[in-house]
């Protein structure tokens, strides 16, 4: 018998497109982690595969990536930034030959890293999409969808066609980007409810995921916990998250990414450095930003300005053995379960892409690592859920518990005082475009068609769970406000106008130039 172990990358980022402006700073937000974290993976999936290595990843890329990905735009903006570091980079290097032997080390390999970066995005054509599904294709990385714009579920459901059209527009944009039927679906943050399932089916979705807690409260405690995935009443597949390999990965005192020998992620040159030196590679406007070039290592509990200097072989070994001693658990836990199950169990480890890389600069090393661990395992095997479904011969049928992933397992991060004054909003908007939809749902005038599926984008990305969540950690939101009222003021605007028989072209033309996303948008998804 050999236990499977799942790992699911959730890679998502809210659409931020700004072509109105040269800079937007939060455009960097994508930048960082395609340097930091999509293209190091993608790298090294490649290097496993070159060697033989058989791995098993599920990766979730969100529509709104995907479209951010595949706009030309930011393709040439995100090269401009690249050689905008390289730049510095050569800087660093060249400065850091009178500083400490440890930075100059870094600042080597830093510009080594952004040079082969550009040669891979060189290599390439800028499509990191094609890069991603051409590793699907060894049937190692198994790519999976999520709902259209990341909107929470839970919270929509009182619009059953929103729900509708956020799926159907997920499914829509991975065959639209990715040429394929996808099997499995993300929920935004991992967000279900009982009866969601039926969508899912409707859409041709196999397979999701759900938190722990979704199938200890389900309607039917599952036989074998969260050890084996269960089938819904609408016949689709449900994968549950393994809270150890979580702890043993995330964890604020026990998790790997907090060993003191890893980098520091909040001590940068951007803002270490005398501002005329760094004035060229911040925001134009002066505020500085992290630039990805940082010299120090998380050292432990002292102050930003106290923190020892990094050692990039240092925190080499010590993700070697962090892999080793990860793959010892999985090996141990797949033996306990073995032993009281008595049938192969399934461990599912799902995380947000962006630590592999972005958070934790070592993580993809790890990954690594961990899979050339596993390749020799005796009793741990890593693998993807379509294969994982394909070996099952009897399933137990259960209703999951309305869940999600956030803080205390349910709804409270995208609903509490900081943020609930958006959903009467959202709902009016969402029953406003149903009515449009069910109205104008046989339109055959070119210029009403656009100004509807104008309406139903501007919709989706007012809905996009990042605001919410952003105006409770409490980071950048006054733009998670300014993105929510903007999106619902032009999708007012329009409705208006529609209404009225009075639409702008003009104004319609921006609006599609400055909110391009979902070129293949069809609003009656709402009627």
């Keep these: ?63 709104p990536l995907l479209e951010m990905l595949s706009n030309k735009t930011l393709q040439q903006k995100y090269r ?32 080594n890293d952004f040079k082969k970066t550009l040669e891979f995005l060189d290599d390439c054509d800028g499509d990191i999409v094609k890069e991603f599904k051409e590793v699907a294709k060894s049937g190692n990385l198994e790519l999976i969808t999520c709902n259209a714009t990341h ?170 053995s962090h892999a080793k001693d990860f793959a010892i658990k999985k090996s141990n836990q797949v033996q306990r379960l073995i032993d009281s199950m008595e049938i192969e169990p399934v461990i599912v480890a799902p995380f947000d892409a962006e630590l592999f890389g972005h958070w934790w600069y070592e993580g993809p090393l790890f990954l690594e690592y961990l899979f050339k661990e596993l390749a020799n395992s005796p009793n741990v095997e890593s693998s993807t859920p379509s294969r994982v479904i394909s070996t099952l011969e009897s399933v137990q049928v259960v209703t999951p518990a309305m869940s999600t992933w956030g803080a205390n397992g349910y709804n409270e991060t995208w609903l509490n005082g900081t943020n609930d004054w958006i959903y009467p909003h959202l709902h009016e908007a969402e029953e406003r475009m149903v009515q449009l939809a069910g109205k104008y749902k046989d339109a055959t005038d070119p210029l009403y068609i656009r100004a509807l599926n104008m309406c139903a984008r501007e919709l989706m990305l007012a809905e996009s769970s990042d605001w919410a969540f ?12 300014n993105r929510t009222k903007t999106h619902l003021s032009r999708f007012l605007e329009l409705y208006d106008a529609i209404r009225a028989h009075n639409i702008d072209e003009r104004l319609l033309e921006y609006y599609e130039w400055i909110d391009p996303i979902f070129p293949y948008m069809d609003y009656r998804l709402y009627a």
């Design 1 to 63: 018998m050999k236990g499977k172990f799942l790992v699911m990358l959730h890679a998502h980022l809210p659409y931020v497109n700004h072509p109105d402006h040269p800079y937007f700073m939060e455009e960097n937000w994508l930048f960082e982690a395609i340097t930091e974290t999509y293209i190091p993976l993608i790298m090294m999936f490649k290097r496993l595969m070159k060697n033989g290595i058989p791995f098993g990843v599920t990766m979730s890329l969100t529509p």
């Design 80 to 111: 401009n930034h690249l050689l905008s570091l390289i730049e510095l980079a050569e800087k660093e290097v060249a400065r850091t030959k009178s500083e400490e032997h440890l930075k100059n080390v870094c600042a080597k390999k830093y510009l």
């Design 151 to 320: 909107g929470f579920l839970p919270l929509m459901r009182v619009n059953p066609q929103a729900v509708h059209a956020q799926v159907a527009m997920g499914v829509r944009t991975f065959k639209e980007r990715l040429a394929e039927d996808p099997e499995g679906m993300w929920l935004a943050e991992c967000g279900y409810y009982p009866g969601l399932d039926k969508e899912l089916a409707e859409q041709g979705i196999k397979f999701f995921f759900v938190d722990s807690h979704a199938l200890w409260y389900a309607d039917v405690p599952p036989k074998y916990d969260v050890y084996r995935p269960v089938i819904t009443p609408n016949d689709v597949f449900v994968f549950a998250r393994d809270p150890e390999s979580s702890e043993q990965v995330w964890s604020a005192q026990f998790g790997y990414p907090g060993d003191f020998n890893y980098r520091e992620f909040y001590r940068d040159v951007g803002f270490d450095r005398e501002m005329n030196y760094i004035k060229p590679y911040i925001d134009p406007a002066g505020n500085r930003i992290n630039t990805g070039i940082k010299y120090h290592r998380i050292t432990g509990n002292v102050d930003l300005s106290d923190k020892a200097l990094y050692d990039p072989l240092k925190a080499l070994e010590v993700a070697k």
């Design 470 to 481: 952003i105006m409770t950690t409490g980071t950048t939101v006054e733009y998670a406000v």
